[in-house]
Structure formats: structure tokens, C-alpha cells
């Protein structure tokens, strides 16, 4: 069964440093998800990605975070300049294939995320 | 801000019992409404969702029961086994492709 991967497993920067966060979403998917998790806290969303283009983000994005669709598979996130807040579990997670799309669920499936420390 | 919140932090349950997670909604416009279970370590995984134009929705040991008069949302899991303790949250969003929202999750134990 086709699944999202993510890497790295974990990520330990120092504050001020940049870091990119890589997800390999599923194959004929067309939307694109980053989430974050902060720990013992609900998931919160960041931003979603769709034809090349970020179709909504969320207050938590802001320019110091940027999204990437470098070639056909890959999907990242960079954080410019980390800031100890910044560490959390991220979520990559993509949907609607678009040989179903349209339909009644087009679920997000999320990949295993990537542990950010910011020390 | 409008949100998606859970009443019980946490849920003891005993293998074999059925287990009810409950959630409560506020924003009407959500069209969607999902369940994800997460295990300690992994991402959430998409358990069953039903849409706003339904009440019930049944999958493999798992029913998901949506009440849009009160704006509350349940998932109920038959024969609970040990590999159902997980974190649950429900999540809402507005139309298919939309982004999620997410409640702030419920810890269900189960015990021998």
C-alpha cells in the first residue's frame, strides 16, 4: 500500500540555522499538506499545496517558512531561521488522487513524521 | 475562533468492551468530519469520516455517529482490542481537499 515518508526521522539544529524538511507524498496525489505537532498539543495545520502553488496557509506560516515542489516527487519545508518554538513533530500529508477525485472522501494520509529539536 | 474539541482527555477501557469517543464541534460550516488514531511515535491514520449530510457511517469495528443538532461527533469501536490504545482526534474541514482541524485528542487505554 502506497504511503507518505518523510525524512528525517529527526532533525536537531541550533537555533537561528536553517532546516529543510523533506516528504515524498503519494503517487497521483494532487494536494499537499504540512501539519506540525507540537508535544502533548493537538495537531495544527500550516499550509496546503496544490498545482504548484500554496492554496491556503495558516497564521503559524509565516515568511520564515517556505513550501517546495522541487520535481515530481518531493515536497518540502524549509524554516529559514529556527527559533526554539519551532521545535515540534512535522506532518507531511497529501490527498485527492486524481484518478478519484471528487469523491466523497479524498482523505489525507499522513506520513510519520520529522522530530524538529531547535536548540 | 471557532473549534473542534474532545470532552474526556483520557479513556480507560477493558479488552473486549466497546469504547465511545466523543467530540464536540462548533464551526457549522465543516463538511467533513474525520477521526485519526495515532500511536505513540507515528503520524495520524485515518480511521473513518462521514459527511455532514449523514448520521451514521459504519466501517470494520468502528461506526462514527454525527449529531449537527448539538454539533457532536462520536466514534464508537466494538470488541476493543490492545492494538486500539492510541490517541484519537476527530478533525473537521470544509469541503474535500480543505485543510484539517483538528481537536485536541483523547488517550484511550485499554486494559487487559
Known amino acids: 500500500e502506497p504511503e507518505v515518508t518523510q525524512t528525517p526521522s529527526h532533525q536537531v539544529t541550533q537555533m537561528g540555522q536553517e532546516v529543510i524538511l523533506r516528504c515524498v507524498p503519494i503517487?497521483?496525489?494532487?494536494?499537499f499538506y504540512w501539519y506540525r505537532q507540537i508535544l502533548g498539543q493537538k495537531v495544527e495545520f500550516l499550509v496546503s499545496?496544490?498545482?504548484?502553488?500554496?492554496?491556503?496557509k495558516s497564521e503559524i506560516f509565516d515568511d520564515q517558512f517556505s513550501v517546495e515542489r522541487p520535481d515530481g516527487s518531493n515536497f518540502t519545508l524549509k524554516i529559514r531561521s529556527t527559533k526554539l518554538e519551532d521545535s515540534a513533530m512535522y506532518f507531511c500529508?497529501?490527498?485527492?488522487?486524481?484518478?478519484?477525485?471528487?469523491?466523497?472522501?479524498?482523505?489525507?494520509?499522513f506520513g510519520p513524521g520529522t522530530r524538529l529539536t531547535v536548540l | 475562533g471557532e473549534s473542534v474539541g474532545l470532552h474526556l482527555p483520557t479513556l480507560s477501557v477493558q479488552e473486549g468492551d466497546n469504547s465511545i469517543i466523543n467530540c464536540a464541534y462548533s464551526?457549522?460550516?465543516?463538511?467533513?468530519f474525520i477521526w485519526y488514531k495515532q500511536e505513540s511515535g507515528k503520524g495520524p491514520q485515518f480511521i473513518i469520516d462521514?459527511?455532514?449530510?449523514?448520521d451514521k457511517r459504519q466501517g470494520q469495528r468502528v461506526t462514527v455517529l454525527l449529531n449537527k443538532t448539538v454539533k457532536h461527533l462520536s466514534l464508537q469501536i466494538a470488541a476493543t482490542q490492545p492494538g486500539d490504545s492510541a490517541v484519537y482526534f476527530c478533525?473537521?474541514?470544509?469541503?474535500?481537499?480543505?485543510?484539517?482541524?483538528f481537536g485536541a485528542g483523547t488517550q484511550v487505554v485499554v486494559t487487559p
Open positions: 478533525a473537521e474541514k470544509k469541503n474535500s481537499w480543505g485543510k484539517l482541524q
Open positions: 500529508a497529501s490527498g485527492r488522487d486524481h484518478r478519484t477525485s471528487g469523491s466523497s472522501t479524498d482523505t489525507q494520509y
Open positions: 503517487s497521483n496525489h494532487l494536494y
Open positions: 499545496f496544490y498545482n504548484n502553488e500554496i492554496s491556503e
Open positions: 464551526n457549522s460550516a465543516s463538511d467533513y
Open positions: 462521514i459527511r455532514s449530510n449523514m
